[in-house]
């Protein structure tokens, strides 16, 4: 499968400050990337859709000013935590999706490694 | 809301086959089935997806009833690696924001 990296793997902040997760498509064109949130013992959460050159789509109740979005290219899209607080820390994981793959006429969401946020 | 239902939890010795089922009876036409699982602590892993025919590859097999309301992931020779949640989730094909939506998924456990 494709491969889809995340960097930082883990990131410690102090409240109030920002913070930002690159996420990259490695090895193939991702015209559409996703953010998700997951805390512990908990599903994934979509917060926003992202495609690429466009503004992102977030999910209702996810603030698009604190959780800002960037998909400037086809290979990398950023989060960007914005004055952090204890109650944003989480797993925070991006996703990809690219037209190129073509697995048998649908295009695959392929998963990052996540990145693990501590707001102190 | 997720559109699938899967039990909470299972468990299978080691070397045996793992049987997850997954319920999913308001599926559209155009939605496939896709399954994932999630280590802990990392990021989900595609597994493999299915409209309706019966699908393999060399993690696992995919097996769709005919109705399609249905379906099974099969992992024919489990190990303690394959501890994992597995999500079983349907999406639709087309439109730059089709998404994956994941529920709570089922805990497998593979015991030595």
């Known amino acids: 499968g494709a491969v889809v990296s995340q960097h930082p793997s883990r990131v410690i902040c102090k409240s109030g400050t920002s913070v930002k997760i690159e996420c990259r498509s490695l090895d193939f064109q991702a015209t559409t990337m996703f953010w998700y949130r997951q805390f512990p013992k908990k599903s994934l959460m979509l917060m926003a859709t992202?495609?690429?050159?466009?503004?992102?789509?977030?999910e209702q109740g996810v603030e698009k000013d604190k959780f800002l979005i960037n998909h400037a290219s086809l290979t990398l899209s950023t989060l960007t935590v914005t004055s952090a607080h204890p109650e944003d820390s989480s797993f925070y994981i991006c996703?990809?999706?690219?037209?190129?793959?073509?697995?048998?006429?649908?295009?695959?969401?392929?998963f990052g490694p996540g990145t693990r946020l501590t707001v102190l | 809301d997720a559109k699938t239902t899967q039990p909470t939890s299972m468990d299978c010795a080691e070397g045996r086959a793992a049987n997850l089922p997954c319920n999913h009876s308001t599926i559209s036409g155009n939605e496939y089935v896709y399954w994932y699982r999630q280590i802990h602590s990392q990021g989900p892993q595609y597994i493999i997806h299915?409209?309706?025919n019966n699908e393999t590859n060399e993690m696992a097999s995919l097996i769709i009833t005919e109705d399609r309301k249905s379906s099974t992931l099969i992992l024919p020779h489990a190990t303690l690696r394959d501890t994992a949640v597995y999500y079983c989730?349907?999406?639709?094909?087309?439109?730059?924001?089709?998404?994956?939506?994941f529920g709570k998924g089922i805990t497998l456990s593979v015991r030595p």
């Open positions: 299915g409209l309706k």
């Open positions: 996703s990809a999706r690219g037209t190129a793959l073509g697995e048998r006429g649908t295009d695959t969401q392929y």
């Open positions: 989730i349907v999406r639709a094909t087309g439109g730059a924001n089709s998404k994956l939506t």
């Open positions: 992202s495609n690429e050159g466009s503004k992102a789509t977030y």
